[in-house]
Nanobody
Framework: QVQLVESGGGLVQAGGSLRLSCAAS????????MGWFRQAPGKEREFVAA????????YYADSVKGRFTISRDNAKNTVYLQMNNLKPEESAVYYC???????????????????WGQGTQVTVSS
């Protein structure tokens, strides 16, 4: 069992930056692939970024490439999402997820994950 707690959300102006953190419980964090998803009101949850268990591979949605960076610190059981040049349409609840087995090459679907956090709100004002 893995418990995930996101933090770092908040209100930011368009063009600004935020860094989200996701702290995981348990001693097997380093065995899990990790991902970030987001869900805006009235929309389906969508993939944002993922990182393999070793940190050696990272994957991004096309819409965030070049602006967002996912990273992990296995010693701290934490995964991060650095978000730069944020846009108002990226306002959403951001979720962290953990999975042991990959069903897709780029860890971009909910099937790739077994555990989810409660989410953190990101609001980008125009």
């Amino acid at each position: 069992q893995v418990q995930l707690v996101e933090s770092g959300g908040g209100l930011v102006q368009a063009g600004g930056s935020l860094r989200l953190s996701c702290a995981a419980s348990g001693r097997t964090f380093s065995r899990y692939n990790m991902g970030w998803f987001r869900q805006a009101p009235g929309k389906e949850r969508e993939f944002v970024a993922a990182i393999s268990w070793s940190g050696g591979s990272t994957y991004y949605a096309d819409s965030v490439k070049g602006r967002f960076t996912i990273s992990r610190d296995n010693a701290k059981n934490t995964v991060y999402l650095q978000m730069n040049n944020l846009k108002p349409e990226e306002s959403a609840v951001y979720y962290c997820a953990a999975g042991r087995h990959s069903y897709t090459r780029d860890l971009s679907t909910e099937l790739d994950y077994d555990y989810w956090g409660q989410g953190t709100q990101v609001t980008v004002s125009s």
